[in-house]
């Protein structure tokens, strides 16, 4: 891949930042959802967003999929400002949001209720002339259903949301995304409404299409079994997110196996294990479990609170994200030069 080629789309120091008002009026705090984010997506990158809950890393998905308008920072797509394409060139905005596509996490709430199977995949088909008739596109349909294993489609074709299973639901949901052909998917937790069986099978249909197509895949997870499959099997990266910021970025083997920041060997810690042998010696690295406010995030070093390695400087200074290994990298004192 040429380094010099202009990323599909790349994220300058993103902060997204929501105002939480008072019922009488007045500003009560500011939730900093993202805090100062980069990151460089190019034609079949795969990267895995993992972290706790409330980290930030749906809302960072949302802003690189269009859905929140940043607070600060730069979202650009093919080199241009994807907000100043808003104000100024509508079809420009208008191509980047068809070329990058959002998977919520519910895929019962992506459906209209009302609408058949066939009618929530048509209605993109025939939007974008993928086909030109009602027969073609129940032909077209068919395909897609059979495609993603919701077989025999014969049957699936004309049911109703409510109708189907969750796993059912998720397909065709994917299947409605990717009917556009876009560039990039951002997959908001894509597995978690799915019985743990079919995890991997849908973890391979997402496989199978990255092989066909090249797509750029965001896949937010807090599971970092299910990040370090996808990404393993695409040569993807897996970028560990605390408070609004990128605490650990690398490939899935070394963060995983061999964890630097200590945040990400909590994660690892706290991380089911079958071997019962291995799990009674397992501890958790924390000094304590509760994680702080995201409105008033800790000075210094976010995880310092919470770090059992941290020093006087953590306390004072936020370390920046520093470059330990090609392409590997952490956020840390213990590895930064001070």
């Known amino acids: 891949m040429d380094v010099n080629e202009v990323p599909l789309l790349e994220v300058r120091d993103l902060k997204v930042h929501f105002v939480i008002k008072k ?11 993202v805090d100062g984010v980069s990151l460089k997506i190019r034609k079949g990158d795969v990267i895995a967003l993992v972290g706790e809950s409330g ?3 749906t809302t960072l998905g949302k802003a690189i999929a269009g859905l929140v ?24 905005f208008f191509e980047y949001k068809l070329r990058v596509q959002y998977m919520p996490q519910d895929p019962y709430s992506a459906f209209n209720p009302s609408k058949t199977v066939f009618e929530i995949l048509c209605t993109p088909l025939l939007k974008w002339k993928r086909v030109t008739s009602r027969a073609e596109c129940i032909d077209y349909v ?20 409510h109708q189907l299973s969750g796993g059912e639901r998720q397909r065709i949901l994917f299947a409605l995304i990717t009917s556009v052909e876009p560039d ?39 599971e970092l079994a299910s990040a370090r499959y996808i990404t393993e ?36 810690d706290a991380a089911p294990e079958l ?3 291995i799990a009674r ?29 941290a020093m006087d400087i953590c306390t004072e200074k936020e370390p920046p994200l520093i470059e330990v290994e090609n392409g590997r990298y952490v956020r840390c004192w213990l590895y930064a030069k001070r």
């Not at 068919?142 to 949301?161: A, G, N, W």
């Not at 997110?241 to 200590?262: S, T």
């Open 69 to 92: 308008k940043p607070t600060e920072g730069t979202i650009l797509w093919k080199g241009r400002d994807v907000w100043k394409m808003y104000r100024e060139d509508p079809k420009g």
């Open 184 to 222: 990039v998917v951002v997959a908001d937790e894509p597995i978690t409404a799915v019985d743990v069986a079919l995890r991997v099978d849908l973890m391979n249909l997402m496989l199978e299409y990255w092989e066909r197509r090249r797509v750029a895949y965001v896949f937010i997870s807090h």
């Open 281 to 309: 010696k397992k501890r958790l690295r924390l000094r304590e479990v509760d994680i702080p406010s995201a409105t008033n995030p800790p000075k210094g070093c976010r995880f310092h609170t919470r770090c059992p390695y």
């Open 55 to 57: 980290c930030g890393k």
């Open 233 to 268: 099997k695409t040569g993807g990266k897996i970028g560990v997110m605390y408070l609004g910021k990128f605490v650990e970025f690398g490939p899935p083997r070394a963060v995983i196996e061999n964890p630097l920041h200590p945040y990400t060997q909590a994660l690892v």
């Open 23 to 33: 019922r009488i009026g007045g500003v009560k705090g500011v939730v900093r959802a």
């Open 142 to 161: 068919l395909k897609i259903l059979s495609d993603i294993k919701v077989t025999p489609p014969e049957e699936y074709i004309f049911r109703y949301p």
């Open 275 to 277: 071997d019962l042998e």
